[in-house]
């Protein structure tokens, strides 16, 4: 399969040393790499626009997703872990889409230790959850927008999604949030 240009744009631009969120905390358990900082509250989506569609990266504390961020200690958690992973893995309520662009997910994916067989095993301190999703359009040219609206309804605990985007027009960054859930270009 061809990477697409923009594709292999963003992920030029995304290695850059300019791109890592620093913090004001001397927390060093905060760190995670390149990433930058674990801040609560905040999730991070790198947005690729290809020629055919949509390539989505996310990264956001699993506190905010879930309400804690340890392995599951009661059944109530882990079905909550499980709820998690189906909506990120089919998240169509929680990104919108232009419907002009005829878009369709193609592939979702989430990853965190909470999501291991024996997440006691694996899942401790300040622990993430990433998720990747494909979207395929059949009218790539009418997706100029995405709408975060469904996410911040479904995790009320993530006060913001700091985006950085490569798109047909350029590259640009936002910052989202449940009273501005949209980002155009």
Known sequence: MRLPLLTLCLAA??????FAQGTDSDHDEHEHGALGAHVHGESHLDLAQTETGLELQWRSPA???LGFEHAPRNQQEEDAVAALRQSLE???ALVQLPAAADCRL???SAISPLFAKDASASASGHLDVDASMSFSCSKPGALASLDLSGWFARFPNSHSVE???IVASGQQGAELTA???QLKW
């Open 106 to 108: 193609t592939a979702a």
């Open 63 to 65: 506190a905010d997703l």
């Open 13 to 18: 631009a995304l290695a850059q040393p300019a």
């Open 163 to 165: 985006v950085q985007a």
């Open 90 to 92: 089919n998240p169509q």
């Open 179 to 181: 009273k501005q859930p």
